[in-house]
């Protein structure tokens, strides 16, 4: 535990030092007491407040949820609940939109690969009937181990095709950056406020 409140305390004084602020400015825009702030960087704070870590993270862009988890606050205390927001700061939603963008592109990158292999086996399939077509016009015979070695080139380019996309390139999910909406059949949304209304009450 103390080791964890060091390794907090020393993410923060460089990340505030990184942003070129002094202790009592970090402590003044996190609305907390400039000697909590000291005492959280020198790692004598054994978990700290969650509201002084969010006022840190939102200050020094940090992710809350790194924060909370070097403080000692466990998986339940982090990921589970019905408000999160006093949990994640905005670094932690940047970081899963960052995450849903790459893969955005992985399958972009993905797509386009497939694609121009798609076009070569098609061009390849293309050429065997121009030949079979060929053949028949001109009254001439292609051999059926001529057809299967053509056949067997095509067949190694279709199965990267085949293939499911690689998992670690799915994004990361963090679920109290995107809870769950319970919606029951009574909820309607209203189109004026953008909310969920349950007609029940």
């Given amino acids: 535990m103390k080791k964890n409140a060091t ?6 004084s460089e990340a505030r030092e990184k942003v070129g602020i002094s ?8 609305n907390m007491d400039c000697a909590e702030v ?3 960087e020198a ?18 862009n940090l992710s809350m949820v790194d924060l909370m988890k070097l403080a000692g606050y466990n998986d339940i205390e982090i990921n589970w609940g ?3 927001s006093d949990r994640r700061s905005t670094a932690d939603y940047q970081k899963q939109i960052k995450s849903y ?7 972009l990158e993905e797509l386009e690969i497939r694609r121009k292999t798609d076009f070569a086996i098609k061009g390849g399939i293309a050429d065997l009937i121009d030949k079979l077509e060929l053949a028949k016009i001109e009254n001439k015979e292609i051999s059926n181990e001529e057809i299967l070695d053509r056949l067997k ?3 190694p380019m279709i199965r990267p095709n085949l293939e499911k ?13 995107f809870p769950k909406t319970e919606i029951k059949s009574t909820t309607k949304l209203n189109t004026l406020t953008g909310r969920f209304i349950d007609d029940e009450k």
């Avoid at 790692?43 to 020094?60: C, D, F, H, W």
Wanted: no cysteine.
């Fill in 165 to 177: 996309f690689d998992k670690s390139k799915y994004p990361s999910f963090d679920s109290g950056v």
């Fill in 38 to 40: 000291s005492r959280i």
């Fill in 82 to 84: 019905q408000d999160f």
């Fill in 153 to 155: 080139e095509l067949i």
């Fill in 43 to 60: 790692g004598k704070r054994l978990k700290p407040n969650v509201l002084y870590l969010k006022g840190i993270a939102e200050t020094l």
């Fill in 23 to 30: 202790q009592r400015e970090l402590a003044r825009q996190a």
């Fill in 7 to 12: 390794e907090l305390g020393k993410i923060i």
């Fill in 101 to 107: 963008e790459q893969f955005y592109f992985n399958i």
